[in-house]
């Protein structure tokens, strides 16, 4: 099997090395197809977002690298599209993405806050914390009702094909003496997108950028076995920012995905996602 990531962050967003020297380590790691996803631009300024202006030189130095490293890699170009519930959506785009290979669909803004910012699930937990408790009242359970009512909106809505880490709020959720992953009513929420995603035909992201550090998969482990069942197509991520960090947590990730009866992953080829089974009898060279 060929390995692949097609979530990546190089310089023209928060990532911090050039698209080329990604493809570099990605050449020496073994991967064969990858894939860039820098954040897409959004209407008003971020210091992860890439600007508008910077798209196309964006696409330009894709294409000179994947003419360089063509027959050492498959390269492929694409966006992480920010989802912002009665904000921004992939419909909104003021800037031309039908020349790219693939869409992620993400969300990370919640509502605005009463200074005027939006609500980020990501970033740091006092960043996290106080936009609980001046926008929720404190109230987790309401924020994490509010995250997965914007994830289903999303799915929806549609536009792309890649869900991003698709329950990422647990990290930050999970250090709420109120919040457990393990609720019932935590299953029910990841389980009622799951079951939309499904109906939507899109591929889920097994996002392993947090799963070595911090023990988190997005989605989380436990939700594999509903993966199988539903017989949702996936994809192994990393969502790295750095070269260094390209193949994190893959191999716990494919070990926990064998184990819950995943054989195949999703990888485009040929401009079309299709299913790559694996050897189920042998160890990766990674692992």
């Known amino acids: 099997m060929f390995l692949s990531n097609y979530h990546s962050h190089c310089n023209f967003c928060d990532g911090r090395s050039s698209m080329e020297e990604f493809v570099h380590f990605a050449i020496a790691k073994g991967l064969k197809r990858?894939?860039?996803?820098?954040?897409?631009?959004?209407?008003?300024?971020?210091?992860?977002?890439?600007?508008?202006?910077?798209?196309?030189?964006?696409?330009?130095?894709?294409?000179?690298?994947?003419?360089?490293?063509?027959?050492?890699?498959?390269?492929?170009?694409?966006?992480?599209?920010?989802?912002?519930?009665?904000?921004?959506?992939?419909?909104?785009?003021?800037?031309?993405?039908?020349?790219?290979?693939?869409?992620?669909?993400?969300?990370?803004?919640?509502?605005?806050?009463?200074?005027?910012?939006?609500?980020?699930?990501?970033?740091?937990?006092?960043?996290?914390?106080?936009?609980?408790?001046?926008?929720?009242?404190?109230?987790?359970?309401?924020?994490?009702?509010?995250?997965?009512?914007?994830?289903?909106?999303?799915?929806?809505?549609?536009g792309f094909q890649i869900v991003g880490h698709m329950d990422k709020i647990a990290l930050n959720a999970s250090r709420c003496p109120e919040f457990s992953i393990r609720d019932s009513r935590y299953l029910n929420l990841v389980g009622d997108l799951l079951t939309l995603i499904k109906e939507k035909e899109m591929i889920v992201e097994i996002n392993t950028k947090s799963l070595v550090v911090k023990g988190f998969a997005y989605p989380d482990v436990q939700f594999f076995l509903l993966l199988n069942e539903l017989g949702i197509p996936v994809t192994v991520n990393s969502d790295c920012h750095y070269p260094t960090n390209l193949l994190d947590g893959f191999a716990p990730a494919y070990h926990a995905l064998k184990a819950a009866g995943i054989t195949t992953v999703h990888q485009l080829i040929d401009g079309s996602w299709q299913p790559v089974e694996w050897e189920r009898k042998r160890q990766f060279a990674f692992v």
């Not at 027959?71 to 009665?86: F, K, P």
């Open 34 to 158: 990858y894939g860039f996803s820098s954040h897409a631009p959004l209407p008003f300024d971020t210091f992860w977002n890439m600007r508008a202006d910077d798209l196309p030189e964006y696409k330009a130095e894709f294409r000179r690298l994947k003419e360089k490293y063509a027959g050492q890699i498959e390269l492929c170009l694409g966006l992480e599209m920010d989802y912002i519930h009665g904000v921004f959506e992939v419909q909104d785009v003021f800037y031309p993405v039908d020349d790219l290979d693939y869409l992620i669909g993400s969300v990370h803004y919640l509502d605005r806050l009463p200074d005027g910012s939006f609500m980020s699930i990501d970033g740091s937990f006092d960043k996290f914390n106080h936009g609980l408790q001046t926008g929720y009242d404190g109230e987790v359970w309401a924020l994490v009702d509010r995250f997965f009512e914007a994830s289903r909106a999303m799915v929806e809505k549609g």
